[in-house]
């Protein structure tokens, strides 16, 4: 039974990772747009980065940060109250927030800030990130927010209480579904406070407990579960001012489920998946409709109009805990980011890690058990003094001039290895980054510097190595020129010089 639960577990966060991964790639783009790039069937396999990676959005990082809220909580005594769990969801989320806009070091609260590759944004959601300003400022979230921003990271909830009655729950006066239920609308809650975000979140958050409990799910037995689900749901809840919408969508969807319209001409009459019952209701349609093809459920579920990697994670939570790891098609294992990380945090979620790895990460916060590429290898990496190669993902960022004549100093390198056009400067130019640095004072680098930084922001693929401009030839002191690179300290693929990053963090 124990393996079940496993293969279950994994199949569940890979298969919101694989979704998600797959709809980031058309998460902006109409239908139309999506068909005609990748034709009628729209997009069936993962779009790779430059390394060979598929990409997963903010769903599946805050996927991962409720797990270790989760475990963590659970680390730090036997039966926690709800009160108590909560604090450490929002001490995990607050974790991913500081990924998001903060400087790039591990701390030492979050094992999962040891993972390099979790310090990147991925059209992280505003609801979220303005909620999350607040917690950190002492304020709780203030909005009426019914945005998707809390379901699709709701799943290792479900996982977690559907395996873990025996090992962790002993004395809590709660059963054991009314505890899943009652956490779930508490960490939707921390971001979200439209009820019906609460409602999709416990709902979802059920359907994946029962899909946990339940060895072999048709489409009798899924829409059973629905049912179980989404009264359990109605019931744990005093808001109901909303429900009787949330149910007629969730049957909505069951009926298109079997009708004869095509998933194209079904899921519109859902929604686009930007709210959190839409988003719901289409990854049920999608799972109904495909409940034993896998790749059939995600390709539906992320090629429309709307929100396509949180209808995908949600579609793939699901579909991934009915099928299992196993029946997750080796395309979508392969080349997935994170793939064992993820693997690592669902089999903590069952209790199937070792004893010291789960005290290393839940109660120490260390990165037990990760690649140590994946990890914050020793300080802060910062731009090489002499750089006379680059990778070829790599940009070379030097000071320049109007003129674009490159003949000194950082720009000379630039124009002979780094592709720097003689007469531009400014700009990206081969594998280089022209900064205009003599022209007036640090006042008119500024916006040059403002320009580079909104540049890089939208290149994460890219490593940008910007080197001590304007304290060459131009004269100036890194005393002068580090403050404009201060939002720049929230890049994960920029690398500043380490005299710039001390004056930063005020240890020149």
Not at 73 to 97: G, T, V
Not at 375 to 399: A, Q
Not at 431 to 460: H, L, R, W
């Amino acid at each position: 039974m124990k393996d079940i639960l496993i293969d279950k577990a994994r199949g569940c966060l890979i298969g919101g990772a694989a979704g998600d991964a797959l709809g980031y790639a058309v998460e902006f783009n109409d239908l139309t747009n999506i068909q005609n790039k990748y034709g009628h069937e729209g997009i069936r396999n993962y779009e790779l980065d430059a390394k060979g990676v598929a990409r997963f959005s903010d769903d599946t990082q805050m996927t991962l940060f409720t797990a270790e809220g989760l475990l963590s909580a659970y680390a730090s005594e036997q039966d926690p109250s709800p009160e108590n769990i909560q604090k450490h969801m929002q001490e995990a989320y607050l974790a991913w927030f500081e990924t998001q806009t903060a400087f790039q070091l591990p701390l030492s609260s979050s094992w999962l800030t040891h993972v390099r590759d979790l310090w990147a944004r991925r059209a992280p959601g505003n609801t979220c990130l303005s909620a999350l300003s607040d917690l950190k400022n002492g304020k709780q979230a203030n909005n009426d927010s019914k945005g998707c921003g809390a379901v699709m990271r709701i799943a290792p909830i479900g996982i977690f209480y559907a395996t873990n009655s025996e090992q962790f729950i002993k004395h809590n006066s709660q059963c054991t579904i009314d505890l899943c239920a009652k956490v779930a609308a508490d960490t939707a809650r921390i971001t979200h406070n439209h009820d019906m975000s609460t409602l999709a979140s416990v709902f979802v958050a059920l359907v994946i407990f029962e899909c946990m409990r339940t060895h072999v799910i048709d489409r009798l037995t899924f829409r059973s579960i629905i049912a179980t689900a989404l009264n359990k749901t109605l019931s744990a809840l005093p808001e109901r001012a909303k429900s009787d919408k949330f149910v007629a969508i969730i049957q909505k969807a069951l009926d298109l489920a079997g009708s004869t319209l095509s998933d194209y001409e079904a899921i519109p009459k859902l929604g686009e998946g930007w709210v959190a019952e839409e988003t719901v209701a289409i990854a049920l349609f999608c799972v109904m409709r495909h409940i034993r093809d896998f790749e059939g459920c995600l390709v539906a579920a992320v090629n429309h109009d709307g929100d396509s990697d949180s209808t995908g994670a949600v579609a793939g939570n699901i579909i991934g805990t009915i099928l299992g790891y196993t029946g997750i098609p080796e395309k979508f294992r392969k080349d997935l980011e994170l793939h064992d990380l993820i693997l690592s945090v669902a089999d903590d979620l069952v209790g199937a890690s070792g004893e010291m790895q789960m005290k290393e990460r839940y109660s120490l916060h260390l990165p037990c058990g990760i690649d140590e590429n994946l990890k914050f290898i020793s300080g802060m990496k910062f731009t090489p003094e002499n750089i006379t190669e680059l990778g070829p993902d790599d940009i070379f960022v030097f000071g320049s001039n109007l003129a674009g004549n490159h003949a000194g100093g950082a720009a000379r390198v630039a124009r002979q290895r780094f592709g720097a056009i003689q007469g531009q400067g400014v700009g990206l130019q081969g594998q280089s980054y022209a900064i205009p640095t003599m022209q007036g004072g640090v006042e008119t680098i500024k916006p040059y510097v403002d320009d580079f930084i909104e540049f890089a922001s939208n290149c994460d693929q890219n490593t940008f190595y910007v080197t001590r401009i304007g304290c060459g030839i131009a004269g100036f002191k890194d005393e002068e020129i580090a403050p404009l690179f201060k939002d720049a300290l929230k890049l994960y693929n920029v690398r500043l010089p380490e005299s710039f990053v001390r004056i930063l963090l005020g240890q020149s």
